[in-house]
């Protein structure tokens, strides 16, 4: 599977998130520390499920742990603290999770990525899909929409 533009999707979010300058986010948004934890945790089941698929498995993608609570002050506890700025441990894992989905996507063979799985994606508390993609579509869209998505959100945060 070719990874040019989630190479280039992960380029421009990591840039803009290891600038910081975050400042408060609007009564009801997520905070910087959030959004990024929210990415890491998405892409760490984007890639689970798309190593499932290439293992001849049939998953099913939901994103509701990565927007649960609990699990993103869980990731933000964990790989936030403890150094200079606390959004370095979540820019590292973001970092890491993006190694992790190139390398998974590499491995999807053609047939691989036209493999359907169900896929459940709310954002707020608003259903976006709720339909069946080809693995294909659901890696390649970390790079056309979640990314950007995020990228701006973060955008709107910056303070300086």
């Known amino acids: 599977m070719d990874t040019s533009a989630l190479t280039a999707a992960y380029a421009d979010y990591l840039s803009l998130a290891e600038a910081g300058g975050f400042g408060e986010p609007e009564p009801g948004e997520w ?10 945790l998405a892409d760490a089941s984007i890639a689970a499920v798309a190593l499932a698929v290439a293992s001849g498995q049939r ?17 933000i506890d964990e790989v936030g603290g403890g150094g200079s700025d606390p959004l370095d441990g ?3 894992r973001v970092r890491q999770t993006s190694r992790t989905v190139l ?6 063979s053609d047939a691989d990525a036209l493999v ?23 890696v390649n869209g970390i790079a056309r929409v979640h990314l950007p998505r995020h990228a701006e959100q973060l955008g709107r945060l910056r303070s300086v």
């Open 59 to 75: 998953p099913v993608y939901d994103n509701r742990a990565s927007l649960d609570h609990w699990n993103l002050h869980r990731l």
């Open 90 to 92: 979540l820019v590292e």
């Open 31 to 40: 905070t910087a520390a959030e959004q990024i934890a929210h990415v890491a």
């Open 116 to 138: 359907p799985v169900r896929v459940l994606i709310i954002s707020g508390h608003d259903l976006i899909v709720d339909d069946v993609w080809t693995t294909g579509d659901l």
């Open 103 to 108: 390398s998974v996507a590499s491995l999807l």
